[in-house]
């Protein structure tokens, strides 16, 4: 069967470092994404990882290991503006893609 | 470029109306799609399109129906409105070849549907 697992809430400081997690479990893979939503907007583009290990963009950083089925988004230096819930999404043998259903990050001052 | 563009933003229907939801990308993009959003649930595929006069379902596709007359339209219909209905649809479009392919999706605004 085909699975994305991340937390469902995280919480932490303004100025910090959070990681989240997700693991994954699909047909085929041609890559894995990471999408941050606001509450009440569409989701926007993160990042793409294809190949095994580190895109950093900035603030935020990508991993990702094929053979653990399993990848991380970091962000670092965390801004209130960084309350979002993000989402991490595989591309399957079909090239559609198969969403997880969101981490939702809660920023603190 | 206005990107992706869709309406309306809010709809309110009764059980059994139809309704259709309209989709515009100028991008010239080839893949379109419509996803639905529920609560603790991820985005949901209904339906996709990987260019002009060609149309597949997705994970979800039941009482929906779409075309894809234009490269630029793909509106989603609702047949007969159910409260299942009720969600927030998402159309999507992006580039799927070629050197411009970056992987990202771009989503229109969002629909908030609620079906009584």
């Known amino acids: 069967g085909q699975n994305i697992d991340q937390p469902t809430e995280m919480t932490a400081t303004e100025g910090a470092i959070v990681q989240i997690n997700c693991t994954y479990q699909?047909?085929?893979?041609?890559?894995l994404f990471w999408y941050q939503q606001h509450a009440g907007e569409a989701p926007t583009f993160l990042s793409y990882?294809?190949l095994d290990g580190l895109e950093e963009k900035g603030r935020f950083s990508s991993f990702l290991s094929r053979s653990k089925g399993y990848s991380y988004l970091l962000l670092k230096e965390l801004q209130m503006k960084d309350s979002a819930s993000y989402l991490c999404?595989?591309?399957?043998?079909?090239?559609?893609?198969?969403w997880g259903a969101g981490t939702k990050l809660i920023i603190k001052p | 470029n206005a990107g992706v563009t869709q309406t309306p933003k809010f709809q309110v229907l009764k059980t059994g109306q139809s309704m259709t939801l309209q989709c515009a990308q100028d991008?010239?993009?080839?893949?379109m799609s419509w996803y639905r959003q529920d609560p603790g649930m991820g985005l949901r595929l209904i339906h996709y399109?990987?260019?002009?006069?060609?149309?597949d379902q997705g994970e979800v596709p039941n009482g929906y129906n779409v075309s894809r007359s234009t490269t630029e339209d793909f509106p989603l219909r609702l047949l007969s409105a159910a409260p299942s209905q009720t969600s927030v649809y998402f159309c999507?479009?992006?580039?799927?070849?070629?050197?411009?392919?970056?992987?990202?999706?771009?989503f229109g605004e969002g629909s908030r549907l609620t079906v009584l």
């Open positions: 999507a479009s992006n580039t799927i070849s070629g050197s411009e392919y970056t992987g990202e999706l771009f």
């Open positions: 991008m010239n993009h080839e893949y």
């Open positions: 399109s990987v260019g002009a006069g060609i149309t």
């Open positions: 699909t047909s085929g893979f041609n890559g």
């Open positions: 990882n294809v």
């Open positions: 999404a595989t591309m399957d043998s079909n090239y559609q893609l198969i």
